[in-house]
């Protein structure tokens, strides 16, 4: 069925769906949409929640999504695997400030790490292999001074790092909201904070379309990112709302909601700190052999 | 034995030629040719590849597959023989058989941490129930002549087991290890989606989040192999165990 | 010794509810040897399986001396056989069972196939052997088994008349060897009358003892010259006339009166 | 000295159903201990008292219903569809020797492919709608009743066959008479094992795609860190598949009664 | 008709090699009733199986008339019966399958079961039933499909003696009334010739007809005069002593003489 490029239109509103994942990171889209600024570019927006790339990447690649949300480096990968697909606009980004930000590395209260470099030759939980994550932890330990080359990396969902911290299954974990509030809350410390340390206000996703789409129907992809730049912008300014609509489309409690550090979301995607993370991620081999074209895969 | 050949392999190579023709110009890129996926499938699987990714794998899924069989031939004897002991066991296993593996996975990795060990409770927890069930019902359809000749003779407890209760329900036990055998495979991939570094299931869910599309394929193509592999030895094994079964059903059939 | 007192059977199932056996009283002295006949489908089979304890019955008492030294030969020889295991194995396992010496089990079940007319097929599968085999693998099980209490439901019934007659001398030559109780169930009767001490006669549903009958034949009997003895062709048309009473319904009375001045 | 009285009465079905119930709830007081006594934190496992508490609130929305409901659909379509295609091509395998020699092989080759290595195939085909949810259903829930009718074929009593042969039956009605009613109690166990594999798999998808239902509800938990939720749900996906096994079990007791495994456990 | 030519047949199944049948030569007439006797694993079932084509000889030749009009009663009686099934299906099942007329149907099945005394368990499964009952479902099942040849394999050996007489009449009146071949196998020397127009009579292992006989006794037999009849024994003799020496191995030639003399 349909790759037909902008959905079925209905009096010139187009029906738009877009592959998301279900965290904090993608706030502005439902307040956005919420705002009615989809609505008002004649765009019917539905939210299809997938848990990753792999449900997602094809989505958009085939027409089912029209646009998807994924972060940097799987982009990159899927850049340097000739993907067809590219971004539209920014995502979320980190918020550059050590003990601000909305993702990091976590211990247990009485681990004997303490700071990034004594991470080195450890054993570190993180949500994807070869990814984000692992390169931008590599890059806080190997600028602390550390030798990154001996971390042991183990794939877990954000959700039992809390637990395999606690017990000592892992002796670190990189975690996002809202799973670094309840590290913290059980007495967890941060010991490195990853983005920060790879690049400033380092861009870490973004939204993405076909390049079939992108050919075929500019004018709804311009609708598309000129609405979802509002809703970025907007999300940015009205932190308490923000607070709020998580509270439609995730089950986090409402205290930790009140209390989470949010990311910084705004319009413009940093293209030097995508280029900091392409280079990250070809040192750590994560593209194989070849260098992600960054002039092919952002807009 | 040119039969037999022709039998095994007939329709697997209609199938292989239809895929590769109707896949030659497809610009899909998830659906690449087959061309390029054979192509894939020997660079990749070089013999370093097999052993440092197949062999984790296998050896796992062997753990797996055995403790299984013993766990669901144990209980299911059990439980097939005692219905008190069935009603009460029953519901909860029937909770436990209707929650999905990956949701199971982080709560086992509470318990059996993020080794090996909980890759092995993952296939255990996900293929014991094809062998459960059927030991369950075969216990259960013991032929009552049969059991009745046995108690007269005073045969109880293990040689009760032993000479009655398991051969009677073996050829439903065998269609439960057989049933098992695919699902232990499938759940060795699902379990190396959680805390693994190296293993089959591991390696093909990196290539599909790395986009290596062929290379995923010829993934999918070694656990098929891999599952007719294994299979073909099952099937030897079972013609050796179930020798006395197949000589009675085919004693007539054969004229 | 074997002793059954008041016993009733009800089997019920969903709707249907068969009152297989109303009212059961006899024993077996230890060491007798009594014949049970009855029509087909008046609890014979029943009345077995309760004495063997693989039934419970619905009322009444079952008392039997030792079970663990009770072998029992079913009417279902086919499926009574274990299809997984040799001809020798089937008939080796109750031993095992009871931890009899290696050798001594070997022997015991070579003599048992040959006493049976089995040679030779000791590494066969019962599924293929013919229903008369089959059935003397069943009766060789039970006599390897050496019991001192020995239940037979239809045992030759599906062999020729010639082995029929051997074995029926088999029989009554082991119970004079061993001084087993047997209860021994046949349609045959010629054949009950040859062989018991005692016969009893079921009536038809609803079933209960008809009437007895002692066998005044000499202890030494063999085929030729027992059966043609003109006391053994009374007594067997004494039974006759009481089984065709039983199955025409006509009150035990006056047959029973008849038998019992014969005693 | 060994003497039998009147039968002991057995279990009754009251009993039984009152058996399960406390092995249930066995299993509700250890989940509630395991956190209580501190053998596993409770922030990780949290006691039955919080999950029933997480559960009520759950079932309070209409939205957990509407999920329930979605969930279901998918699986009992899906359920469907790979029973009626996993007994016809069993029956048909089953019956005719030649396509069993034939098809062996193809069989044991796709049958060991996991469903989630599908995933990306699924999404291509159907996006997150209901159709890739089936086709991963399906295609799981498919091999085992496949497996199970192909051994239960195998079980037909050889003399039970030839009487219907010797009775000039055709092909159908010895299907129908005799290879049916064999290999039914293998088709049950079948049935019940596709039953839950069905819905592992529906949840698997929604859980791992977004397609709407109680799986996309618990990653939506899991990503929310509501380690609670997540349980409650899981206890829903439990108690699914005990209900689904009791339609079973009583589908069992009727149509299999004239079976000895439903025979054999007839009081007496 | 039904010819059997030059039949041979060896079971194999891994290392072991049975010769059941070594050469078997005969013919029954279409209307003829013929009954089959011989020691018991001799191949009369395995003859049996190869008449009704559920086996292909190893080597000789079968030729029936019509085996659409083929009805068999089998040994394994037991087995036979379909247990998924009430008594009433199981014999009104074969008719169905032959596209019988719905009340046509329901009369046959009434009236078979009626004639071989199971009234009132219609609606039972075969596993409710004693073994004679089921033994006699079966072979209602078999009578009520009226076939053209009816061929049947020690099917009373289950029942009493007096039901026993009944079905022995019962089979020769339907005979009378529906002209069929009936091949009947027993071990029943007395009811072959009470039976039979002819009996064949087999040896044991390796197998080949040992003899015939033709019973020249009046179509009009009753069970009481039949059998008293002096004609009969001698009969009766005649086949006994033939079987006697089948089953010592005795050449079949001085024997064959005599009964040959006889016809
Ligand atoms: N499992 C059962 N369920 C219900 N009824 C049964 C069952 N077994 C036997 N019966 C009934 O009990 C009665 C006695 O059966 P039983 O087998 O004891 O008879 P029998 O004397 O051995 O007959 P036969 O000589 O034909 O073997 C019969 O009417 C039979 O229908
Ligand atoms: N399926 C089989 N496989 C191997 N041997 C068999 C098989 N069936 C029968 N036989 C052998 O063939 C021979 C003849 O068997 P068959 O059943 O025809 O004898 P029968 O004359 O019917 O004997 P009975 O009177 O005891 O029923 C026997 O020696 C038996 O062991
Ligand atoms: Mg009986
Ligand atoms: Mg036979």
Redesign the pocket.
């Known amino acids: 069925s349909g790759d037909s490029g902008g959905g079925t239109t209905d009096g010139g509103v187009a029906k738009v769906k877009v592959g998301i994942i279900p965290i904090v990171d993608v706030a502005p889209i439902y307040l956005g949409q919420k705002q009615g600024f989809f609505a008002n570019r004649k765009i019917d927006l539905t939210m299809e929640s997938g848990q990753g790339g792999a449900a997602i990447v094809p989505g958009v690649v085939s027409g089912q999504f029209q646009f998807g949300f994924s972060n940097i480096t799987s982009l990159l990968i899927a850049q340097t695997k000739n993907v067809p697909v590219k971004v539209v606009t920014n995502g979320v980004a980190s918020t550059g400030t050590a003990g601000k930000d909305f993702g990091g590395v976590t211990v247990r209260k009485d681990s004997p790490i303490t700071e990034p470099a004594d991470l080195a030759g450890k054993k570190i939980a993180v949500n994807t292999l070869k990814n984000i994550g692992d390169t931008t932890v590599r890059e806080s330990v190997r600028k602390a001074g550390g030798d990154p080359s001996g971390i042991t990396f183990v794939e877990m969902p954000f959700a039992n790092m809390p637990a395999a911290v606690e017990n000592g299954q892992v002796d670190a974990a990189w975690v996002v909201e809202p799973s670094l509030s309840a590290v913290t809350a059980a007495g967890g410390r941060v010991v490195a904070w990853n983005y920060v340390d790879a690049a400033p206000d380092l861009t870490v996703a973004a939204y993405f379309a076909s390049s079939k789409l992108i050919a075929d129907d500019p004018d709804l992809v311009k609708r598309f990112t000129e609405a979802m730049n509002e809703s970025l912008a907007y999300a940015d300014a009205h932190p308490d709302e923000v607070r709020e609509i998580l509270g439609s489309y995730t089950k986090i409690d409402p205290k930790v909601r009140e209390a989470l550090t949010l990311p910084k979301w705004p319009t413009e995607i940093n293209k030097p700190s995508v280029e900091t993370l392409s280079k990250l991620g070809a040192q750590d081999g994560i593209f194989g052999s070849a260098t992600p074209d960054l002039a092919k895969i952002l807009p | 034995m040119i039969k037999r050949l022709l039998l095994v392999l007939g329709l697997p190579v209609v199938l292989f030629v239809t895929w590769y023709a109707a896949s030659a110009n497809s610009e899909n890129f998830y659906a690449p040719p087959l061309r390029q996926i054979l192509a894939a499938f020997v660079d990749t699987w070089t013999p370093e590849r097999l052993r440092a990714d197949v062999l984790p794998s296998l050896a796992r899924l062997g753990a797996g597959y055995l403790l299984a069989a013993l766990i669901g031939i144990a209980a299911g004897v059990a439980i097939g023989a005692n219905p008190r002991l069935r009603a009460a066991a029953e519901p909860v296993l029937e909770f436990f058989r209707a929650v999905p593996p990956p949701v199971l996975v982080p709560v086992i990795m509470l318990f059996a941490g993020i080794g090996n060990g909980m890759k092995v409770i993952v296939i255990v927890s996900g293929c014991v129930w094809p062998v459960l069930l059927n030991t369950v019902e075969g216990v259960r359809a013991t032929d009552g002549v049969l059991a009745d000749t046995a108690r007269a003779y005073g045969l109880t407890g293990a040689a009760r087991l032993r000479h009655l209760l398991l051969p009677s329900a073996s050829p439903q036990i065998i269609a439960g290890l057989r049933q098992a055998l695919s699902i232990a495979i499938i759940l060795m991939v699902i379990s190396e989606m959680f805390a693994a570094s190296n293993g089959l299931g591991f390696t093909i869910v990196q290539f599909q989040r790395s986009f290596a599309i062929p290379e995923m394929w010829s993934g999918i193509i070694l656990l098929g192999l891999l599952g007719f592999g294994l299979s073909e030895l099952f099937r030897l094994a079972e013609r050796h165990a179930l020798a006395w079964y197949h000589g009675l059903r085919d004693a007539q059939r054969r004229s | 010794m074997l002793e059954v007192k008041g016993l009733r059977k009800v089997y019920r199932s969903g709707s249907r509810e068969v009152e297989a056996l109303r009212d059961l009283t006899f024993t077996v002295a230890a060491g007798e040897l009594v014949c049970l006949v009855g029509p087909?489908?008046c609890g014979?089979?029943?009345l077995l399986r309760c004495i063997a304890g693989l039934l419970g019955p619905t009322s009444g008492e079952v008392t039997v001396g030792d079970r663990s030294g009770l072998a029992i030969v079913f009417?279902e020889y086919g499926r009574s056989l274990f299809p997984w295991m040799t001809v020798r194995d089937n008939v080796d396992l109750p031993l095992r069972q009871k931890k009899v010496p290696k050798a001594r089990r070997r022997e015991l079940v070579a003599e048992a196939l040959t006493a049976v007319g089995l040679d030779g097929t000791e590494s066969a599968y019962p599924w293929q052997l013919s229903g008369g085999m089959q059935q003397r693998v069943a009766i060789a099980r039970a006599v390897a088994y050496e019991p001192s209490i020995l239940l037979m439901?239809?045992p030759f019934a599906a062999v020729d008349a010639q082995t029929r007659a051997d074995l029926e001398d088999l029989v009554r030559s082991l119970w004079q060897r061993l001084g087993m109780t047997i209860l021994f169930?046949t349609h045959d009767i010629d054949e009950a009358v040859y062989l018991g001490q005692r016969v009893l006669m079921l009536s038809a549903s609803p079933t209960v003892v008809q009437d007895e009958l002692t066998v005044d034949l000499p202890a030494e009997r063999d085929q030729l010259h027992t059966r043609a003895d003109p006391r053994f062709v009374t007594l067997r048309t004494r039974v006759y006339s009481q089984i065709q009473a039983a199955k025409t319904g006509t009150a035990s009375g006056a047959a029973g009166e008849l038998s019992s001045a014969d005693r | 000295m060994t003497a039998v009285g009147a039968a002991a009465p057995r279990t009754a079905p009251g009993g039984r159903a009152l058996l399960g119930l406390s092995g249930l709830a066995g299993l509700l007081v250890l989940v509630e201990l395991l956190p209580r006594t501190g053998i596993v934190s409770d922030s990780y496992l949290p006691p039955t008292s919080r999950i029933l508490a997480a559960l009520a609130d759950e079932a309070a929305t209409g939205a957990f219903w509407v999920a329930v409901g979605d969930t279901l659909t998918a699986w009992a379509i899906g359920l469907a569809i790979a029973v009626v295609a996993g007994v016809g091509a069993g029956v048909l395998i089953g019956a005719v020797p030649v396509l069993r020699a034939v098809t062996a092989s193809t069989v044991e080759f796709l049958r060991p492919i996991p469903s989630v290595a599908l995933i990306p195939l699924a999404v291509l085909l159907y996006g997150s709608d209901l159709g890739s949810t089936l086709l991963l259903v399906v295609y799981a829930a498919f091999w085992q009743v496949l497996v199970q009718v192909l051994y239960g074929v195998a079980d037909v009593d050889p003399v039970a066959d030839e009487t219907a042969r010797s009775f000039r039956f055709g092909p159908w009605a010895r299907i129908r008479y005799v290879l049916w009613p064999t290999a039914l109690p293998y088709v049950f166990t079948g049935v019940r094992l596709a039953a839950s594999v069905a819905l592992v798999l529906a949840v698997t998808a929604e859980l791992v795609i977004g397609a709407p239902g109680l799986g996309a509800v618990i990653a939506v938990a899991q990503t929310s860190n509501a380690i609670t939720t997540m349980y409650a749900l899981i206890v829903v996906t439990g108690l699914l598949g005990v209900a689904i096994n009791l339609a079973a079990r009583y589908a069992e007791r009727h149509f299999l009664a004239w079976h000895q495994s439903v025979r054999g456990e007839a009081p007496s």
């Open positions: 087909s489908g014979k089979t029943t009417q439901d239809e169930v």
